[in-house]
């Protein structure tokens, strides 16, 4: 056994000392006290795999994670994203403190270097059947490890939620949620007014998504003004709020298609019962829909057992 074989059989070495009995590790182990450089290296990669099982041993499973991923699971809409962002959210953080072993690379080399050489005792006769299995295992069982950690980082990446640039969409909840900070915010309606007509005459002098197509039960309703919303990239959309005589003002979010990734909303004329969800970030009950030329956002503050509430307005 010379040291690369003998570094490759003890990377696989389990912490709490169990493979000592096997011949290979033994024999390993034997090599690592003769040789300081190879002893050395056993000290530092033993040093490193307890500090990553320490890392892991520390990631936390959030404990609403089950009922998050069941939520999900139950939701008719497969396009439900605050569903889908949340559980995201949960998943960022559960694999964000993963970190891969320093020498990952090197040792994924040697891995493939020693399953494509079959190693050759200086008897000159082949390293016996379970030896090379056991040397397969102990290849395969890297390989996946570095599977995971990629798929971890994949994960990481893609799950992170981003700003979108001046030239990327925009998600709807994206835009909601926007409009949602405004509201929490101190501000003033940039047209005060009562008329709708009069109100769609300022958002078409000033360039702003003007709403086409609006539900009978929010036609009905009382205006109190309009409002500019203000999106990364120098984009616009308008906001119209109306307000009943009990209970939440109703805010609908105006923006143009253009700007919109969601493209599969259903026309005002197909919303029903499944497409009104309740946003857990902001606490509000949204219903989406869609016409030619631009999409709707509709919400208003309430808690989650009413979210039905928002199809009686169509």
Same mark, same amino acid.
């Given at each position: 056994?010379?040291?690369?074989?003998?570094?490759?059989?003890?990377?696989?070495?389990?912490? #709490?000392?169990?493979?000592?009995?096997?011949?290979?590790?033994?024999?390993?182990?034997?090599?690592?006290?003769?040789?300081?450089?190879?002893?050395?290296?056993?000290?530092?990669?033993?040093?490193?795999?307890?500090?990553?099982?320490?890392?892991?041993?520390? !990631?936390?499973?959030?404990?609403?994670?089950?009922?998050?991923?069941?939520?999900?699971?139950?939701?008719?809409?497969?396009?439900? !994203?605050?569903?889908?962002?949340?559980?995201?959210?949960?998943?960022?953080?559960?694999?964000?403190?993963?970190?891969?072993?320093?020498?990952? %690379?090197?040792?994924?080399?040697?891995?493939?270097? !020693?399953?494509?050489?079959?190693?050759? /005792?200086?008897?000159?006769?082949?390293?016996?059947?379970?030896?090379?299995?056991?040397?397969?295992?102990?290849?395969?069982?890297?390989?996946?490890?570095?599977?995971?950690?990629?798929?971890?980082?994949?994960?990481?990446?893609?799950?992170?939620?981003?700003?979108?640039?001046?030239?990327?969409?925009?998600?709807?909840?994206? !835009?909601?949620?926007?409009?949602?900070?405004?509201? #929490?915010?101190?501000?003033?309606?940039?047209?005060?007014?009562?008329?709708?007509? %009069?109100?769609?005459?300022?958002?078409?002098?000033?360039?702003? /998504?003007?709403?086409?197509?609006?539900?009978?039960?929010?036609?009905?309703?009382?205006?109190?003004?309009?409002?500019?919303?203000?999106? /990364?990239?120098?984009?616009?959309?308008?906001?119209?709020?109306?307000?009943?005589?009990?209970?939440? #003002?109703?805010?609908?979010?105006?923006?143009? #298609?253009?700007?919109?990734?969601?493209?599969?909303? /259903?026309?005002?004329?197909?919303?029903?019962?499944?497409?009104?969800?309740?946003?857990?970030?902001?606490?509000?009950?949204?219903? %989406?829909?869609?016409?030619?030329?631009?999409?709707?956002?509709?919400?208003?503050?309430?808690?989650?057992?009413?979210?039905?509430?928002?199809?009686?307005?169509?």
């Amino acid at each position: 056994m010379d040291k690369q074989q003998a570094q490759f059989i003890l990377q696989s070495f389990r912490p #709490n000392g169990s493979d000592i009995i096997d011949a290979d590790f033994a024999s390993a182990l034997r090599l690592a006290a003769e040789n300081p450089e190879l002893g050395e290296w056993l000290a530092r990669e033993r040093a490193e795999d307890a500090a990553f099982a320490s890392a892991l041993s520390d !990631v936390e499973i959030p404990a609403e994670l089950r009922d998050h991923i069941i939520d999900v699971m139950k939701k008719d809409q497969p396009e439900d !994203v605050e569903g889908n962002d949340a559980l995201d959210e949960l998943f960022v953080a559960a694999v964000a403190g993963i970190q891969p072993p320093k020498g990952l %690379r090197d040792e994924l080399l040697t891995a493939m270097l !020693v399953q494509q050489e079959r190693v050759v /005792p200086p008897s000159g006769r082949h390293v016996e059947r379970s030896k090379e299995k056991k040397l397969r295992k102990q290849s395969s069982s890297l390989v996946a490890m570095a599977a995971a950690l990629l798929v971890g980082a994949f994960l990481a990446y893609k799950l992170t939620p981003l700003a979108p640039s001046s030239g990327e969409l925009f998600k709807s909840h994206e !835009v909601q949620h926007h409009a949602e900070n405004l509201l #929490n915010a101190s501000f003033e309606y940039d047209v005060k007014e009562g008329d709708p007509k %009069r109100i769609r005459a300022w958002l078409t002098d000033q360039q702003l /998504p003007t709403p086409n197509t609006l539900p009978a039960g929010i036609q009905k309703l009382s205006c109190n003004g309009c409002k500019e919303i203000k999106l /990364p990239g120098a984009k616009s959309a308008s906001m119209v709020c109306f307000s009943e005589q009990t209970g939440p #003002n109703l805010y609908l979010i105006i923006v143009s #298609n253009t700007n919109i990734r969601d493209k599969r909303l /259903p026309a005002i004329s197909e919303v029903s019962m499944k497409d009104c969800y309740h946003c857990k970030v902001t606490k509000c009950d949204v219903a %989406r829909w869609r016409d030619a030329q631009n999409t709707y956002i509709l919400f208003k503050k309430s808690g989650s057992e009413h979210k039905g509430e928002l199809i009686s307005y169509f």
